[in-house]
């Protein structure tokens, strides 16, 4: 199948590269169920009774469990968008301790989501497990989609975890490591012979008395001071 030029440029693009790069779609996963739970709540999740006006959770008129599902997705949301800027720069980052910061603090908020979810899915599951049959009217879809995208957002959370322990042990070495290494190999090789090393010497040849001053090190040859010859008084 050919594939048009215009349209190979545009797959090999750094924009599409990025998009495809598996922490950028668990990304976009996370940030779309977290705003999948914090909506469905917060358009259907309070209802009003049909003896009352006043407007009540629909998870068992826990108002605690709406809000915290609310706000979890919020903030879920938003940490999902920060994190897609910074991994667009992250290739602009030269510090190697700030990326190796930024990737510590990726996994640990990771493990975060991932406990703070677990806890959101039991706690919703039970309040709506709680809540009286035919209470409200309207509602019950909300409740269940929030607390199906609540599992889903464990499992996605899990993954991105998983991703940024993998950046951690795949973090590149330090870069004043390998200039350490390379200024010893030359200190190494410029450094003057020990006097224990023994020096081949050429034993016999014309041009013997040359080739010898030539293969002796310069910190071995003492350079000869030019002597005074007296011319007699006639």
Sequence with gaps: ???????????????????????????????????????????????????????????????????????????????????????????????????????????????????????????????????????FLLGSSSAKAAITFAFFSILIWIFQAHLALQDLRNDAPVPYKRSLDEGGLVLTTLSPPSASSPINMPTAGPNSMSYASSALSPYLTTPKVPRLAMMPDN
Excluded at 33 to 51: C, E, M, R
Aim: proline residues 3%; glycine residues 6%.
């Design 1 to 135: 199948m050919h594939i048009p030029e215009s349209l190979q440029d545009l797959a090999d693009s750094e924009a599409v590269r990025f998009l495809k790069r598996p922490k950028t779609v668990g990304r976009i996963f996370a940030g779309v169920f977290s705003l999948i739970v914090f909506s469905s709540l917060l358009t259907d999740g309070y209802q009003n009774k049909t003896d009352s006006s006043q407007l009540q959770c629909i998870l068992n008129s826990n108002h605690v469990a709406c809000s915290f599902a609310v706000g979890a997705g919020l903030l879920s949301f938003l940490s999902c968008l920060a994190f897609l800027a910074l991994d667009a720069h992250e290739n602009r980052i030269a510090s190697t301790r700030f990326k190796t910061a930024f990737q510590l603090l990726d996994f640990i908020l990771a493990v975060v989501w991932v406990g703070t979810w677990f806890l959101g899915f039991c706690f919703l599951a039970n309040q709506w497990q709680h809540s009286p049959p035919k209470q």
